[in-house]
């Protein structure tokens, strides 16, 4: 046995823990789907339910019920562009300018998504104070939620793009 034959084994049991990571992801990222949408529902029940018991509070319930559900649909894209790039994984395709896309995508959905978040709680403490802690939790943790998230999926893009243009100058030079 040859030392390449010993890479190419090295390299089957790497790729047959890429299937079982690949398979979990999917799983997983199926799986969140449904529970994403019932926390949309749930969010808009709570809002109007609050609105019954605060009369005073009524007139934000439609923006902030809206709020929560475009927050959840953030996170709904977000999780269609991870189950892209596992897919990617799983075919070998992941070095590709689609690939990129897929990134850019989940790059924009971590800053929205919070941000929304961090918008409402910010409002909900100035325009409507109540007693209750949530409303600076949710700002405060929506801006470091969003800042924490956008900054590692900014690093997991500037590894990429050095990936893929090592590739590129490494296929000239072959």
């Known amino acids: 046995m040859c030392i ?6 090295i390299d089957n049991r790497y790729m047959n823990f890429s299937r079982t990571y690949v398979i979990l992801s999917e799983v997983a990222l199926i799986a969140a789907l449904p529970g994403v949408l019932l926390l949309q529902l749930f969010c808009v029940l709570a809002a109007w ?3 019954e018991e605060f009369p005073e ?21 977000l999780i269609v562009a991870l189950m892209m790039l596992v897919r990617a994984v799983s075919k070998g395709d992941f070095f590709t300018a689609k690939t990129m896309k897929w990134i850019n995508l989940a790059r924009l959905m971590v800053a929205i998504g919070p941000g929304i978040v961090a918008i409402t709680g910010g409002h909900m403490s100035i325009f409507a104070p109540a007693t ?10 929506g801006i470091v939620l969003g800042v ?7 690093l997991a893009k500037s590894i990429f793009q ?12 072959i």
Do not use: N
Request: hydrophobic share 55%; aromatic share 6%.
């Open 49 to 51: 339910e609050t609105g």
């Open 57 to 77: 509070v009524r007139h934000l319930v439609v923006p902030y019920a809206l709020a929560a559900v475009a927050a959840l649909i953030c996170v709904q894209i």
């Open 132 to 141: 209750r802690p949530e409303p600076p939790l949710l700002f405060l943790g």
């Open 4 to 9: 390449r034959d010993r890479y190419i084994s």
């Open 162 to 173: 050095a990936a893929l243009d090592d590739a590129a100058e490494l296929a000239e030079v």
């Open 148 to 154: 924490g998230l956008f900054s590692l999926v900014s």
